[in-house]
DNA sequence: ATTACACATCGACGCCCATCGAACTATGCA
DNA sequence: TGCATAGTTCGATGGGCGTCGATGTGTAAT
């Protein structure tokens, strides 16, 4: 005996079923807040605050605070094929149905964060651009590879005035709709400020909607792919 | 809510420290006693019976009567890959002390049950076997192939005397030492006849030993690879 | 500053379930 | 036929933990 309490506190942990919904309800990949998270849980917020802490204590979901929101997600991808193969195994059936966002599609698809892009548009920018190693994300920091930097000069951005600049270059912003990623710091600002440049997007009045005009959508989206 | 409850009580399952150690015990692929998997887990007989019945009704393990023991075991492969991805994601540490088992080393190499070869060349023969396709395991079933019988007819085996007796021609039969299974029946019988026929073995008086000879052991663990 | 919202903490309640003793069943051995 | 061993079932006990109400802390908006 005494050769696997891991095991076992693994166990409990996905054992009890508001946990249960809670990890899979994450297993889309999203962040989630605890108050979205209790719903999907069926139990009251203080219920689902002590399982949030004891799931990351266990180191299976971290915790970004973003303003007065906290977004929880798996921690890494080693978790969720843990969750998968047990899904697995337990016979995957059966699906999510709450599913929290906004309603304005234009608003999901591309919005100003304070003043970088979000939403759908974003996220793609900023995933591309880690696909093609322009940038590195660690946890919580993301940095400008060499690449990157030839790529952003490229584009027709300026990178001195930015990096005198006491904001940080570059920081990554959850994004409230898709839950995922993107880019923001002055160089998610200058990114935008040169979509608006270019003509490929403008910004819509009294909304917080950037209007991305059919041919500035195809730029963007193939933007790195080129 | 409501969309998850299987893997809840998989992890319910997985969570107690007591089924944790039966799991992990298990994991090693032998299939071990009510009565070992009760020192393995810690906890008394009874209890252990409680478990293994909810592990059973899971269909996490598979049971087999063989007299009076009843060995236990995990019901298969991917049971075996969950458990695994778990134990790495908790950082497998530690290690399985208790192993059962025969002390003597020539009993666990060879010997008789009833009338047929076990120990590690009979599991040997029967693995080597089902690689070929000879024969067909299925649950407690064992088939001979039409491909097998080809092969039994070659080795100097007669098979119809042997299908018009009332024994099964093929039964699997649970190993004690290795636990794994071996071949029983009027075939496994007429294996180990012919191997004494043939010089290879030779049956040790007043033990269930069987020895083999340094060539004849050469020959049977070539038999099938030729 | 005040209000509102998100989340964490504390404390108490209640229930589920693991545990073991005792009795029962089944198989093997002499 | 009797004894021993392996395992299950039943019932009672106890502890651990999930649950929620109330309260406290931090952040954003007006």
Redesign the pocket.
Known sequence: MKEGPDIALLG??I?????ANILTALLSGKA???????NE??????????????L?AAALIR?R????????ALADDEVAGVLESMMGLAEKRGLLRSRPGPKDEALRRARVCYNHLAGELGVRLFEDLVAAGHVVEQEEDVTLTQSGKIFVADFGIDLKPLSKSRRPLCKSCLDWSSRRTHLAGSLGSAFLDRFYELGWAKRIEGSRVVAFSAKGEQHLLQLIRS
Chains 1, 2 share one sequence.
């Open positions: 409990t942990l054992g009890d079923p508001a946990r989630l807040t605890a108050t979205e998270l209790s849980a069926g139990v009251t917020v203080q219920t689902t605050s002590s399982h949030l802490k004891k990351e915790q605070k973003q303003g007065r929101h906290r977004y929880f």
